[in-house]
């Protein structure tokens, strides 16, 4: 034992929790060294049994809380400290919100070494419960029991859960009835130890403003008594709009594979945002939050200051979201995406809306956004959403060299988020103000917007 670390393994400390960390845990010191506490607060005097050692820090397990924040509260989900889905129930709406703007403000400052940025109040939901409208439920046998539910946190032991707070309340019959059908055809269920059984997921899209639902059955290979599932859902959910088989015959934890068969109804549903219509299928990229997704838009919309006279490219733009409300106020609009069936619905979906100056490229944006700038395309504004790993960095050469008057950044990842601004800032921009808007209540996830301008501007 290094005599220099004051604190050893299933050992009980008493300690003081000074502030959360990226993931929700809440983090202190004992004599000075690093402990982190899943499911403790911020202002808290817990007790805890030391479970891990390294060289620089400790994770401690929450034994008991001897003197309670004042923000703590009682879980709505009874499956709460066991489901890896949340990780913020324990805490007030209103602390969640504040954690999420001090989470950007401390990446800005660590990873961007970027001080003084005006990083606004995150905006937050009314009423932060049921907002999913997309789930994904792994299904297998829990002690020779079929379940339907979650992986536990850092794990993947099943969780049977028959509701879920944050999803939409449709999802709770849909997987009802699935259950029923399991049991009843004495269905095989997906073992991945063993890589044998039929169905690994289900999976349901729901259009809050359609009220439109998809159910995706995802199976190892073919699936018996289609014909009866189909009955069941049609019986149990009057005005189901789809129902669709995805085959995932691989040794992967991707959920969805890339066949799929309609069993019943249309292969897509249809949602919307604000005034605009899109067309959802089974693999299209759609934010799982409508009722925040209108608000990050139009957030969007305002640092793109468009007067109808700019070219935007919208780099990483799925299933043309964005770049439909862009085209509105733009004159021409570029949306690159790698995803070919994303691609395919940001065609359609601009045909759905009558949108004629978004033409859609697919290709992965690093690659395709540099060759458009060496065919000459300049553009006035450069939207990007990339995912969680952040922009290549031959993106950000070629927006750089581009030089657009205003580029906004959504991102999904603080941490990504504030290396790009730091090369961004380095290069000739200058950041305007960080928007963070909760589009995850009760996880430690945050989506912000950034405004940057050409310092020569």
């Keep these: ?4 670390i004051p604190v050893q393994k299933n050992v009980d400390y008493e300690m003081n929790i000074d502030s959360l960390g990226i993931n929700g845990e809440g983090i202190g010191r004992i004599d000075g060294f690093t402990v982190f506490v899943e499911g403790a607060l911020a202002g808290e005097r817990v ?16 034994l008991h809380v001897i003197q309670a924040s004042k923000y703590r509260i009682e879980p709505k989900c009874p499956h709460y400290k066991r489901c890896g889905g949340c990780q913020l129930q324990h805490l007030a709406y209103e602390a969640q919100l504040n954690y999420k703007r001090q989470l950007v403000k401390d990446a800005l ?7 003084d940025v005006k990083v606004n109040p995150t905006i937050g939901m009314d009423d932060p419960w049921s907002y999913r409208n997309k789930a994904q439920f792994p299904v297998g046998l829990v002690k020779n029991r079929l379940a339907i539910g979650f992986f536990a946190a850092r794990s993947h032991d099943l969780i049977d859960v028959q509701s879920c707070p944050i999803q939409h309340g449709i999802t709770a019959k849909v997987n009802s009835l699935v259950r029923r059908f399991i049991n009843t055809y ?16 289900v999976v349901t899209r729901v259009g809050f403003k359609s009220n439109q639902l998809m159910v995706i059955i995802v199976t190892k290979g073919d699936l018996p008594r289609k014909r009866e599932l189909v009955d069941i859902l049609r019986e149990g959910i009057p005005g189901i709009t789809s129902i669709v088989q995805n ?12 066949g799929n068969i309609t069993l019943w109804g249309k292969n897509h549903i249809l949602d919307a945002i604000s005034d605009l219509k899109f067309k959802i299928s089974p693999l299209s990229f759609f934010q799982v939050n409508p009722v925040q ?3 990050l838009y139009a957030k969007a919309l305002e640092y793109a200051a468009l007067t109808g006279s700019e070219k935007v490219i919208d780099a990483y733009c799925g299933i043309g979201t964005i770049s439909l409300f862009l085209a509105r106020k733009a004159a021409k ?12 619905d940001a065609k359609e979906n601009a045909r759905l809306n009558g949108i004629e100056n978004a033409e859609f490229i697919e290709g992965e944006s690093e690659v395709i956004i540099p060759r458009l700038a060496r065919l000459g395309l300049h553009a006035d504004v450069v939207v990007v959403d990339p995912p969680r790993k952040g922009c290549d960095e031959a993106l950000l050469k070629t927006i750089v060299e581009m030089a657009p008057d205003r580029m906004v950044y959504v991102s999904c990842n603080p941490a990504t988020l ?28 945050v989506e912000c917007l950034v405004l940057m301008s050409r310092m020569d501007k």
């Design 333 to 344: 609009v570029y949306g690159v995406e790698v995803v070919e069936q994303a691609i395919e």
């Design 47 to 62: 007790l805890v049994k030391i479970v891990k050692v390294t060289k620089s820090y400790a994770y401690g397990k929450l």
């Design 247 to 258: 085959i995932q015959n691989e040794k992967t934890n991707v959920i969805l594979g890339k």
């Design 1 to 4: 034992m290094d005599a220099s």
């Design 109 to 115: 400052e660590r990873i961007g070494r970027l001080e």
């Design 186 to 201: 004495n269905v095989p269920v997906y073992d991945e130890s063993t890589h044998k059984g039929i169905i690994r997921h």
């Design 418 to 445: 504030a290396r790009d601004l730091k090369f961004l800032t380095e290069n000739g921009y200058r950041l305007g103000e960080v928007q963070p808007v909760d589009m995850f209540p009760h996880t430690s996830h």
């Design 293 to 295: 997704t209108e608000k």
